[in-house]
């Protein structure tokens, strides 16, 4: 086998491209993000190491807290960049502008608050090698 195949992504673009916290590679969604019919379809586990997504029953509920608060920094951020930079005062145009673009967020939010949910509580044994390993 190539020494390529043994290489982890970066945990970056393991988490941009929605991938395995344990091995980086394997795809955590069924469907691409655009298919937003079954935009939270996950696979259950790992096509790569074989690790469970659904951590436990209910376990990405604990996701909502990773979407509420992308969605908090996201709703300051606007008003900020609005009031400040474009200099915009009209009450209007700011709630026009910050939910047209967390309407367009919601599904992204949706998607990587789950992979970031299972990063952090997912209790991931991040030193697995399944080269080496059996699941
Ligand atoms: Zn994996």
New binding site residues.
């Given amino acids: 086998m190539c020494a390529q195949n043994h290489k982890k992504p970066s945990w970056l673009r393991a988490f941009a491209g929605e ?8 795809k955590m969604y069924k469907y691409p993000i655009w298919n937003l019919g079954k935009l939270l379809q996950m696979n259950s586990h ?6 469970k997504f659904e951590r436990e029953t209910g376990f990405y509920y604990g996701a909502m807290y990773v979407s509420y608060a992308f969605t908090v920094a996201t709703l300051v951020s606007e008003f900020l960049l609005l009031t400040s930079v474009f200099n915009i005062q009209n009450p209007d145009t700011w709630f026009l502008v910050i939910l047209a673009s967390l309407a367009l967020m919601l599904p992204i939010f949706f998607r990587y608050s789950r992979v970031l949910y299972i990063r952090m509580a997912g209790q991931v044994n991040y030193d697995y090698d ?1 080269e080496t390993e059996q699941p």
Avoid: A, D, E, Q
């Fill in positions: 991938r395995c916290p344990r091995c980086r590679k394997g790992c096509s790569v190491c074989g690790l399944p």
